[in-house]
């Protein structure tokens, strides 16, 4: 009681000296900071699953521990707090609990640092255990794997820790090199500065699959136990030579284990061992798991990530069958938009109730391990079509998504801006270690340098890429090489960042189709470099973003919209300038005569995470005196009439007259008008409207003979600005034309049918009445 009326008698003496403060000044003040001894604070990194160097920040202050909100936080904050723990800087921060939520008092909140404070108790703030947050909105940092030399541990209390953070499976036996990824091994977690080992008794198979899916696959298979038990790591030397038979050859270095963990339960659910019951060795462990050994895992790699012919063999198989479900418009393999295939027609999910257990179900399904990350509210953008599911329900232990329990959904239910999403664990390739950037202002750009002669006894060097034929899909490659994202350009010249040391050209010819984990998966010269130019300043360069635009054409509107006009040739001169007609109209008795267009509106649409601009400055635009515009971009869509096998019949192309938000969706602004020299773009979330009745938005059909056709149409076909995802730029829509009227049907997104349902499209027989279904 005494304790409640001292801190009442504090609370009041805060409240008056407040009022006092209030009475005293017209001018309101921002919190100032409030000090707190610096001695008295300790800091620590908490949660999971996460890594050494990042988690949830807890405080000790006033003899507990306790968190800090993520209410206005910042990076400023987050470089205060790594210097606390003895990181060098931060390199990102984590709102809403993404490290879960912690316990006890919310220390701070409001916290608002400059960034070089020598303390978070420096920083403006509400003042200590003054928050109106719940434990929902703890904030984490993830800091620079790079320790301040000379820190010592004062500031960080070290306790027995009730979680583990990072697991990794150690290879014992080596033949010739190992490739990567390690599929079998010693389990091994993070302790203190270095690895310790898991007691195997009563390890079971729900143990191996959680740590393998952990690792980035999808399953385990059964290990042979007795051989590593023969061949103990902490054996002597030349017993292990004894029991060891010639085909597989142990490490020789005798090696003191170092047992952590032992008693580990898991389901076989869990997303991450620190989920699963475990109990730790306590003090001195050196006589630990006496009747047992370490543990030791065999997973079995996705295809992705398979080698050899048998896992190829699979793979060829699974490739036959279309899966029927999908990932898009993620930056990094293994992430994006979950899609299903459902009556032939691709679709998303609606993120209520969606968590880890959906989200692993479908990252095994893919290959992959399980989800580091249930995703909600179109974090990887908006899909299109119908949404098939609706609270999907998984235990976990189901093969595939379809197994699970769920609610079929009406379009009142659920909307595009609840599309679910997962991230899922993908195993340790080492690609990024292959690639650098130099000369950036950032981070996130520079030019290109890659690594070469990394093998067996070689010494790896590091050289320039030919910047010859480099574009945005080679750029897309090398962002997700290094991990940073999409590409927001490819450069062929960088002679602005010419500042390092390597000056060798080492890759050429490069040639990605944008999907490959590496540029060494790309097309490319090998040893036989040709490369016209091999100066440094025409070396290959990337801008990459951590977000990217995603156009897509609404693809019932040229439906709608598409009809048949004879247009007099006297009034296309401007559009014959523009070569928006046909070849042959060249040899057309000008002005006499006419051409026969087909005519249709376009509504294109940004369901990206960010502004489609063009790749040209105002700067470069070209004005066109005849229409009185300026063109950001040369060719903007391609128009083409083809025959049911392919065949290019007719063709269109339509330059940017005008790149401009012609209408948002609700909440969103417009940002891009072209009215006096205005910029260019389309904003998330809007769209641009070219109507039927402009120049140019036509395909000139004067010398088609009537048949069964398909009316293609495809945005930024030449991957002038990089998207997200270029698999939906293309729309498709069958057609016939009897030399009079044309129909116009079945228009639908480039990859939003199954593959069965497509070849059914592609084979069309024709409109045999006038009745279109």
Request: neutral net charge; charged residues 25%.
């Amino acid at each position: 009681m005494g304790s409640c009326g001292a801190w009442a008698r504090r609370e009041l003496l805060v409240l008056l000296s407040g009022v006092w403060l209030w009475m005293s000044s017209a001018e309101p003040t921002a919190p100032g900071p409030t000090h707190a001894p610096t001695s008295q604070l300790k800091f620590r990194l908490a949660g999971y699953p996460r890594k050494h160097n990042e988690g949830r920040v807890e405080v000790f202050y006033n003899d507990e521990w306790g968190t800090i909100c993520d209410d206005d936080f910042t990076l400023a904050n987050a470089q205060v707090l790594c210097r606390h723990l003895g990181f060098v800087a931060a390199t990102g921060w984590a709102h809403s609990a993404k490290y879960g939520k912690g316990v006890g008092r919310i220390w701070l909140d409001n916290v608002n640092c400059a960034g070089s404070e020598k303390s978070i108790a420096d920083c403006k703030h509400r003042g200590w255990g003054n928050s109106d947050c719940s434990h929902e909105e703890d904030a984490g940092v993830v800091c620079k794997d790079e320790r301040i030399p000379g820190f010592k541990d004062s500031n960080v209390i070290e306790t027995e820790q009730s979680h583990v953070e990072e697991v990794r499976l150690r290879a014992v036996v080596s033949g010739a090199r190992r490739p990567l990824p390690v599929t079998e091994g010693v389990v091994e977690v993070r302790y203190k500065d270095g690895w310790a080992q898991i007691c195997d008794e009563g390890w079971n198979s729900q143990n191996s699959r959680v740590v393998c899916g952990m690792l980035g696959f999808p399953a385990e298979k059964k290990v042979n136990r007795n051989f590593y038990k023969l061949a103990s790591i902490s054996q002597p030397k030349q017993k292990r030579r004894e029991d060891v038979g010639s085909k597989k050859r142990l490490f020789t270095e005798r090696q003191q284990l170092n047992y952590r963990l032992h008693s580990v339960s898991c389901a076989g659910t869990e997303v991450h061992l620190s989920m699963c019951a475990f109990e730790f060795y306590r003090g001195n462990s050196s006589a630990a798991c006496s009747a047992g050994m370490p543990a030791v895992v065999s997973c079995v790699p996705g295809p992705l990530f398979a080698a050899g012919n048998a896992h190829k063999k699979k793979q060829r198989q699974q490739q036959q069958s279309q899966p029927r479900i999908r990932l898009k418009g993620g930056a990094k393999v293994g992430e994006g938009r979950v899609e299903v295939l459902k009556r032939s027609e691709w679709g998303t999910i609606c993120d209520d109730r969606w968590n880890l257990l959906s989200a692993s179900v479908v990252c095994r399904e893919l290959g992959f391990g399980s989800a580091k990350e249930a995703l909600t509210g179109a974090r990887m953008g908006q899909g299109t079509g119908p949404v098939h599911m609706n609270e999907v329900q998984c235990l976990g232990t189901e093969n595939s998504l379809w197994s699970c329990p769920f609610k079929n959904i009406t379009q009142e239910d659920c909307k595009h801006s609840e599309d679910a999403a997962v991230r899922c664990n993908i195993p340790y390739m080492g690609y990024e270690n292959l690639i650098r950037l130099s000369g950036g202002r950032s981070r996130f750009e520079g030019r290109v340098e890659v690594a070469v002669g990394a093998g067996d006894g070689d010494q790896r060097r590091w050289g320039l890429v030919c910047g010859e034929g480099w574009g945005t899909l080679e750029a897309m490659v090398a962002c997700r090489q290094l991990g940073l994202g999409f590409a927001n350009h490819g450069l062929q010249e960088t002679w602005y960042w010419d500042a390092s040391n390597v000056t060798e050209m080492v890759l050429s010819g490069v040639k990605c189709a944008g999907h490959e984990m590496s540029l060494s998966h790309c097309q490319h010269h090998g040893a036989s470099l040709n490369c016209r130019n091999t100066g440094t300043r025409f070396a290959a360069g990337v801008i990459c973003s951590e977000t990217a635009s995603d156009l897509l054409l609404h693809a019932p509107l040229v439906q709608e919209t598409a009809y048949i006009e004879d247009r007099p040739l006297h009034m296309l001169y401007c559009a014959a300038e523009e070569n928006c007609l046909a070849s042959s109209a060249r040899l057309a008795n000008w002005p006499y005569g006419h051409r026969r267009l087909l005519r249709f509106s376009s509504q294109i649409h940004n369901n990206g995470r960010a502004d489609f601009r063009p790749k040209a400055g105002r700067h470069s635009w070209v004005w066109h005196e005849c229409h009185r515009h300026y063109h950001s971009m040369d060719i903007f869509t391609h128009y083409d009439i083809l025959t049911p096998n392919g065949t290019k019949v007719a063709e269109g192309h339509k330059a940017s007259f005008c790149l401009e938000d012609t209408e948002c969706e609700e909440d969103v602004a417009k940002r891009y008008e072209c009215a006096n020299f205005g910029e260019q773009g389309i904003t998330v979330g809007c769209w641009d409207l070219y109507r039927h009745d402009i120049d140019c938005q036509w395909i000139d059909i004067t010398d088609v003979k009537p048949g069964n056709y398909i009316l293609q149409v495809v945005i930024n076909p030449n991957f002038e600005v990089a998207e997200s995802d270029f698999t939906n730029n293309a729309m498709k829509c069958n057609c016939k034309y009897d030399g009079h009227r044309i129909w116009v049907h079945s228009c639908h997104i480039g990859d939003a049918l199954s593959e069965e349902a497509n070849k059914r499209f592609e084979q069309y027989p024709g409109q045999l009445n006038n009745q279109i279904s």
